[in-house]
């Protein structure tokens, strides 16, 4: 069964970074692209920032410029450095990434359980 744990989140002041880390973990044959997923209370879950397996990334305007997505293949971990951090930011994190289990099946998708990053004076 594959898992995907999140960490580093935290209570920062506005300004500061953190960083998120994606463990996958389990049995599977492939990672396709990991994107991290943010959600205030109240809002819906917001794609923030994302890689691909060729390590094309994407964000989200509001994060553009502070924060940065990064793979560590051999780890099976992603990152998410966050610069600046901003009240806004406020939100729990997840991250979701598009699996193959095997050479020949079909790509599925797995959700952590979140970080929680609270951006307050």
């Known amino acids: 069964q594959v898992q995907l744990v999140e960490s580093g989140g935290g209570l920062v002041q506005p300004g500061e970074s953190l960083r998120l880390s994606c463990a996958v973990s389990?049995?599977?044959?492939?990672?396709?692209?990991v994107n991290w997923y943010r959600q205030a209370p109240g809002n819906q879950r917001n794609l923030v920032a994302g890689?691909?397996?060729?390590?094309?990334?994407y964000y989200t305007d509001s994060v553009k410029g502070r924060f940065t997505i990064s793979r560590d293949n051999a780890q099976n971990t992603v990152y998410l450095q966050m610069n600046g951090l901003k009240p806004e930011d406020t939100a729990v994190y997840y991250c979701?990434?598009?699996?193959?289990?095997?050479?020949?099946?079909?790509?599925?998708?797995?959700w952590g359980r979140g970080t929680q990053v609270t951006v307050s004076s």
């Open positions: 979701y990434a598009t699996l193959q289990g095997t050479p020949s099946g079909a790509a599925y998708g797995v």
């Open positions: 389990g049995s599977f044959f492939r990672i396709h692209g």
């Open positions: 890689i691909s397996s060729s390590d094309s990334t």
